[in-house]
């Protein structure tokens, strides 16, 4: 049987269909009101003033009255111009986005309803969460092309959408800036040997070092992703529907909204120095963009030099800001190389126990032997960060990665000089990671010493 749409002229491209035995088989991309419901994205609903859990609202179709009541306009000049993101569950007639606020925290919260212990429609207080420090405009915020995977207008939610809010309309805010203070034992070793010095504006007592912190949860605008991909947008909504296992269906069923919340980590940005000085050109700037490792970033594992080089990333911004200019670090949530931390163990394991043990002329190989790919991350995205903050050229990129350097530079951001590894940082067990890297053609200030690029490196598996 056909797919039972009310309306043939909308079923524009469906595959639906019933199957003789009465089941429903289906890869949506009907722009009708379908009613097979296994297709339709649903939001639990308030039904005369009630939380009816049994009622569903299905939300994968357009409104049958056509026309936005809030329409995004991505790159417009001022965030009243480009519009409220709105992704509330509660009044799905007031949605222009796809997926919900959180990340990939939306499914805790998912949680946190369904036991009972969250009410589904109730909104944050902003009161008092507004930014600690005034970041922006810039004008890399009204150029669609260039920021594409971020809200550059999701801090000051509350300031410039009081009215909707006080309306009732249900608007977060997607960024959020503090203030705080990094206690590491690496800067106090720093401070101790001279390498650093105590000023009380940025690095104080012990060692305790003043930043700003940023969060950033990703949102992305379709068009600008599918372009910075050199993919079309259909193809793009297609991939992102059928990898996730249709758990997007509005991706395929409604074109007319092109804002995505993807349920992904999302970005931190830390700031060393007067951040007033983001809106002066001439200041200079040391950067480290950082992908996430929590087995070395936080726990201290010496099989990559992830640690290594964050820290040595924050004294060089400690360094900078002290000198009078500002230091960036941005942390993105991209763990395993964007593959996942068991695809990355999975790897180790792979590593450690090949015929010769773990060597450095396979150490790419390994990875793509077992996900398919070496590297998922994609800088292609990772400059919208600093295109938020203003940034147009980086006096010291501390950072190897020829794929963020050609991404930085590939977005119009300026790299005066990069800054390698110092050899000493590298631990015993990462000498594999450096020398594969340097022979793949990773930055280093010196020439690569491949020698033993061929031979056994890294410990076995049961040392």
């Known amino acids: 049987m056909p797919c039972h749409c009310r309306a043939a002229n909308q079923a524009v491209y469906c595959r639906s269909r019933v199957t003789d035995e009465g089941r429903a088989e289906s890869h949506a991309y009907c722009f009708g009101r379908c009613r097979i419901e296994a297709l339709s994205s649903a939001v639990i609903t308030t ?29 417009a000049a001022t965030a009243a111009g480009r519009g409220p993101l709105i992704a509330t569950v509660s009044r799905p007639s007031d949605r222009n986005v796809i997926g919900s606020h959180g990340g990939s925290y939306a499914l805790y919260r998912a949680l946190a309803v369904s036991s009972g212990v969250l009410d589904p429609d109730r909104r944050p207080d902003l009161t008092n969460t507004y930014p600690a420090a005034d970041i922006g405009p810039f004008p890399q915020w009204t150029d669609p092309r260039v920021i594409v995977s971020l809200d550059p207008w999701g801090h000051v939610v509350a300031q410039a959408f009081a009215a909707e809010l006080a309306a009732g309309i249900d608007i977060r805010p997607t960024i959020a800036v503090t203030n705080a203070r990094l206690d590491l034992p690496e800067i106090q070793a720093a401070l101790l040997s001279g390498r650093l010095k105590r000023d009380d504006r940025v690095v104080h007592e012990r060692g305790a070092v003043t930043v700003a912190k940023i969060a950033i949860d990703p949102v992305w605008y379709l068009p600008g992703i ?68 929590s087995g070395s970033d936080v726990f201290g594992s010496d099989i990559c030099t992830c640690r290594p080089y964050l820290v040595h990333g924050i004294e060089e911004c400690v360094r900078m800001a002290q000198a009078g200019g500002l230091g960036i670090i941005v942390y993105y949530r991209k763990e395993g190389r964007a593959l996942g931390e068991v695809t990355k163990f999975l790897v180790y394991n792979a590593r450690k126990r090949q015929e010769g043990g773990d060597m450095a002329a396979t150490y790419f190989e390994r990875t793509e ?12 995205l990772m400059p919208d960060a600093l295109h938020w903050l203003g940034v147009g050229r980086i006096d010291r990129l501390i950072s190897m990665s020829d794929l963020k350097y050609d991404a930085l530079i590939g977005q119009g951001i300026e790299i005066v000089e990069r800054v390698s590894l110092p050899d000493h940082l590298v631990p015993s067990d990462a000498q594999v990671e450096i020398a594969a890297k340097k022979a793949a053609g990773y930055y280093t200030s010196e020439p690569a010493q491949l020698d033993g690029f061929t031979g056994k490196v890294g410990r076995t598996l049961d040392k």
């Open 47 to 75: 039904m005369a003033g009630s939380n009816r859990t049994e009622h569903i609202r299905l939300t994968s179709h357009p409104n049958p009255a056509g026309k936005e009541r809030f329409p995004i306009i991505w790159g």
């Open 226 to 293: 599918a372009e910075r991909f050199g993919a079309t947008e259909n193809g793009l909504r297609r991939a992102l529907f059928e990898q996730t296992g249709g758990m997007f269906p509005e991706l395929v069923t409604r074109p007319d909204l092109q804002v995505f919340l993807p349920p992904i980590g999302g970005t931190t940005i830390y700031l060393f120095g007067d951040i007033e000085k983001l809106s002066n050109p001439r200041t200079p700037i040391a950067c480290r963009v950082h992908d996430e490792c």
């Open 369 to 380: 032997c077992v996900a398919g790919i070496q590297d998922a991350r994609f800088q292609q």
